[in-house]
């Protein structure tokens, strides 16, 4: 990556994030939004983050390598999800998800 | 120094070392694959240290790497950027109790942990103030800033997978998806949004099956409202985000 091509990832996109960020502090100080607006932001975190999880785990060539290679991190994937559960915890779900992602490639 | 600063930095300490300590951890694997994508420790500190999206810093040199274009990246980057929209939304009527600078201040440099933290704080009426939030803002932010800083070091020295490094991003995403409002309308919104991401895979649009997947998901939420609920509202959506909130 070019000097010229990270600055224009990083200010286009940090001038996305400011205006998401300062926008509505902004313009609702003291008003409330409408119910339907605030239920369609409160989708996108959940449809963002299950778009990013299948995006780096499903591929068409998944089982290119073999079938174990394609359900691998499906299996790993399904480790976090369980130290998810137990523990509620950022640290321990990275931890865990590479540690069984090093792991589980080792089988 | 000011009386009382003393007190208030340990406050602030006490609530940040716990983030802290998670940022050093998954900041290090984000720098390491940054620098597979190619940037200095320098690039990943001034990203870190001013981008306020740690999804966002994974995901731009995972789309690099898998060589997405330009706009692309842009655009996936936005769409998963905008959750911080409904954060400032929910954080605004709490901000009215300090003055329009620091709440603007605090609104443009929080992450989402200090954002649950602050939120939670004010939230319950405790004895949170401008500087409280804003010196955990800046802890974290410096934290998250110099692992990854770190992290592009040792990427450059160290041969480290880039698989492996890629996958704390996966867990990350991983648990703030599970994170999320355990309801009806959530469940549609990921179902909806994985699903499409696997349909613009297998027909060669992968460029853009995350922000589509995004919108996608998010028309599958607000259709699922549309469906009969059950008698304990189980299927409402998430007013607010969950407090517990990303790595960065």
Known sequence: ?107 | MQEGAKPAAREVLTAAWPVMLSYVAVGLPCGVLAAKAGMTPLMNFVLGFSYLSGGGQFMMSNLWLAGAPLGSIIASVAAISTRFALYSASLAPHLKRFGRRQSLAIACCYTEEAYGITLSRLASGETWTAGHALGLNVCVQLTWALSCAAGAALGSVVDIPTAIAGFAMTSLFIYLLYSQPHTRGTACAALGAALTVALCKWSGLAGVAVPLAALVGVGAGMASGLAPRRRNGNGSAPAAPAAGGDAR
């Open chain 1, 1 to 107: 990556m070019s000097t010229s091509q990270f600055l224009v990832l990083w200010l286009f996109s940090f001038a996305f994030i400011l205006v998401c960020r300062v926008a509505p502090v902004v313009a609702l100080r003291g008003r409330p939004l409408s119910p339907r607006v605030v239920e369609a932001l409160g989708y996108i975190p959940p449809a963002a983050f299950a778009a990013l999880v299948a995006n780096d785990l499903l591929s068409p060539t998944m089982f290119d390598a073999g079938l174990w290679a394609g359900l691998m991190p499906l299996v790993a994937a399904g480790v976090v999800v369980l130290v998810a559960w137990r523990t509620r915890s950022m640290l321990w779900c990275c931890v865990s998800g590479v540690a069984a992602y090093v792991l589980l490639s080792l089988v």
